[in-house]
Nanobody, 120 residues
């Protein structure tokens, strides 16, 4: 059973940066594509960024491209989301997800989420 635990959220001013971490326990970390999603109050959960199981390919939602960077550390079984130039509209709970494939909007495994709040 794969378990995900996010950390690194917090309160930051507009223009600031945060790095989120997702620690992965359980078998087969290296076979899972990993993604970040977010959910703002009153809105649906949306996809933010993804990285393939090899770490070779990444992809970003338009709002994240150029500001956010997803990466993974196989040795430490951790996925990161570096977020720069944060804006108030980035305020949301950020979730780590494992196992997304081309034919599924999300994988089967979710973390509990970490709150990111950007003050104006």
């Amino acid at each position: 059973q794969v378990q995900l635990a996010e950390s690194g959220g917090g309160l930051v001013e507009t223009g600031g940066s945060l790095r989120l971490s997702c620690s992965v326990s359980g078998p087969d970390f290296n076979v899972y594509n990993m993604d970040w999603f977010r959910q703002a109050p009153g809105k649906e959960r949306e996809w933010v960024a993804g990285i393939t199981f090899t770490g070779r390919y990444t992809n970003y939602a338009p709002f994240a491209r150029g500001r956010f960077t997803i990466s993974r550390d196989h040795a430490n079984r951790t996925v990161y989301l570096q977020m720069n130039s944060l804006q108030p509209e980035d305020t949301a709970v950020y979730y780590c997800n494992a196992g997304r494939t081309y034919d599924k909007p999300a994988g089967d495994y979710w973390g509990q989420g970490t709150q990111v709040t950007v003050s104006s």
